[in-house]
């Protein structure tokens, strides 16, 4: 997020209430009690943290000294809540304000920190009550992987898989006491293990291939390599039919085998583009294995061709998520095994893994993943891998650095729309004001007739000046002098409506009637005939 005077103007006249939170916080704000706030926020659907602003109305900017390393505050959040928290600074003439944006929980997950699953109460902040919890873990009903599968024991799982789940857990919670426990005790702590007996998270996690087989078979992942959409058998096939822990960065190591590198040069230097971005590829199979319905039949499959990834799933979206909110809603349908990738440092933040895949395409310059083949019985999630605009690629990473902030998944979903010239969604559009204030993107025009272009330095930057020039000539008045010269130029034979537009074919035919009308007004031309056979000639 890059927050701005507008946005800060909107927030100061809102009301403290489900998702806006105001500390005056002049000197100093404590990390812990902003980490409780966090999720408190977070476990009510969501909101902002706004530092530097009086407690109670009228409200005024009296500017905090607190976080005064904001990036390092946001990362260490990051580090302590598993949540995409994003975090901007506002330049106020009466003082510095800083603004957390925090999201919503995924559904039917609660979030804690300190071991309390927090909540707001008047002024202050309390655990949230046995109640309010099981409403919320009711949500999505059934954790099939929670369930206990009765035949199995500590036999059935790799010592390898637990072992490297316990590695990885010490390095995310810095708990060098992990080493010391049993591996039985270790399975408990992670809620994989009950007195009950094994979860089924356990067997899909660390469970021997021989388990899997028995109990719980289609808990399979399945590589193909692909040339060609030609069918047959794939060049490359691997049935991963193991705990996930046993075969993860194998899994990894295979799809980079193939991983070719495309080049972008910039003066001097070429610079290097995977074509499967390391980390979005991770979440995505991470997104696979947590989100699949294990009690369908059918394979996780990964393909990987040329330029694209393809990954297939049993069961279509969680109840409520679609390819139209995936990125602002979440419903993990196995939370047992999500919340134990959490614990290890593999799911880093609770819910914004598809997020992240979103923001490395754009960042790459690579198209959008896509959702299409998606239906009631699989998700199909394709990556694709082909760089489209480097010197898209190298403007965000300059702007970026520059700003010392990273763009949040809204920002870049915003600008990938402008710089492919196509309109912003409603829900893009408040992130505009922000980027528009900072001089990423210039807005020309007004009302119904406005249009967003990147800002000049993006073409200065590629060389391109002209083709700004073109297109920050091409408002209003600009467009009413293009069809005042083709009328003159065409005076003897009159000009129809279907040449006019042709004359600026960016806009409607009714824009066009439009500012044809308004030159009718000002006395420039006149009409003779109806309709689009009417022709329109000069007045001299």
Known sequence: MIAGLEQLKTLLGGMEGENLEFKEAKNRFGFDELSRYCVALANEGGGKIVLGVSDTRPRKVVGTKAFEQLERTRAGLMQKVPLRIEAGEVGHSDGRVLIFEVPSRPLGTAIKVDGIYWMRHADGLVAMSEEKLRLIFAETGRDFSAEICPKAGMADL?????????KRWIEKSENKALERLSRVQLLRDAEALSEDGLTYAALVLFGTREALGRYLAQAEVVFEYRSSEASGPAQQRKDLRQGFFSFYDDLWNTIALRNDKQHYEEGMFIHDILTFDERAVREAILNAVSHRDYQLGGSVFVRQYHRRLVIESPGGFPLGVNADNVLDKQAPRNRRIADTLTKCGLVERS???MNLIFERSIEQGKPLPDFSGTDAHQVKLTLHGQVQDPNFVRFLEVVA?????????????ALDCVHREVKVP??????????????????LGRGRGVRLILSRRFYAMVGKRGVYTRKKGLDRETNKELLARHIQENAKEGSQLRELMQVLPGLSQSQVQKLLRELKVAGRIRSEGATRAGRWFPIA
């Open 158 to 166: 790799s010592t390898q898989a637990i072992e490297d789940f316990r």
């Open 351 to 353: 819910g914004q893994g």
């Open 401 to 413: 650095r520059e700003a010392h902030q990273s763009f949040s998944t809204q920002d870049l979903l």
């Open 426 to 443: 409603p829900a893009l559009g408040r992130r505009l004001n922000s980027l528009v204030e900072t001089g990423v993107v210039e807005r």
